[in-house]
């Protein structure tokens, strides 16, 4: 077996559990997948994203970088080493069927293995200090309140504006880098374990020179919420790539 073949195992054992050299079930797998590059955006061609549908995955226009992030569930600065042909205006669009019954925590397994067997994607994984941001209680307490709501729900009518029900601590700072407010990971470093009901009002940066009452972001969660975003460095998982190639189309 090559060198190439050996490391695609690797990588797919790591991050599904298996151990190369022991007995394992074959990763998850699209049943069929076409994967073509993405002709320039217009006219018809204008979808930019991923549809998951029963039994039927559509990622249109999508770089690799975009691929890694949805497969791994990372976010972009988390993924490192990508060749510079792959960046933009390079994308891909990838159709693939499965049975309709499939788990939804499925699909990014099959998209891995997709990713290592069309594009022979071999990577890594390490854990680096990084800058990150604490979300810790502020000196004067915590203003939150704890919830009562049936279920979790979260409403984003506007930039700089959420409401929030049913909330952990947990989930508020995974929302900071992928909703784009903060540009490094937010932990939760708060020791609050309850599921809590608040609203939050911040002005976002680039709007700063206009005429808005609402504060900063970090001003606004202190004020708010009883909470302080503190910048650390902190250990963070990144996924280094080692090799990857362009796949021929079919």
Excluded: C
Excluded at 108 to 128: I, N, Y
Excluded at 137 to 148: E, M, R
Excluded at 210 to 239: I, M
Aim: glycine content about 8%.
């Amino acid at each position: 077996m090559s060198k190439s073949i050996l490391g695609i195992v690797a990588v797919i054992a790591m991050w599904t559990g298996g151990v190369p050299g022991q007995t394992a079930k074959s990763p998850p797998a699209f049943e069929v997948a076409s994967v073509k590059v993405s002709p320039p955006i217009g006219g018809k061609n204008t979808f930019v994203g991923m549809k998951i549908e029963p039994g039927h995955l559509l990622a249109a226009n999508l770089g690799l970088q975009v691929l890694m992030i949805r497969a791994y569930g990372l976010s972009g600065d988390q993924i490192i080493g990508i060749p510079s042909e792959f960046r933009y205006p390079l994308a891909y669009e990838i159709t693939a069927t499965y049975p309709a019954d499939t788990a939804n925590e499925q699909i990014p397994l099959m998209l891995q293995t997709l990713l290592a067997d069309r594009f022979k994607l071999v990577a890594h994984r390490e854990t680096r200090a990084a800058p990150i941001y604490a979300l810790v209680i502020a000196k004067n307490g915590s203003k939150l309140k704890v919830s009562d709501a049936d279920k979790m729900s979260t409403n984003n009518p506007r930039r700089g504006h959420i409401e929030y029900k049913k909330v952990t601590m947990a989930t508020l700072a995974s929302h900071f880098l992928a909703s784009g407010w903060t540009d490094r990971p937010v932990l939760d470093k708060t020791g609050l374990a309850g599921e809590y009901d608040f609203v939050l009002d911040w002005t976002p940066e680039d709007l700063k020179s206009d005429d808005h009452s609402a504060p900063s972001l970090f001003t606004a969660v202190q004020e708010q919420l009883g909470l302080k975003l503190e910048a650390q460095t902190g250990p963070r998982e990144f996924l280094i790539v080692d090799h990857v190639e362009k796949p021929s189309e079919n």
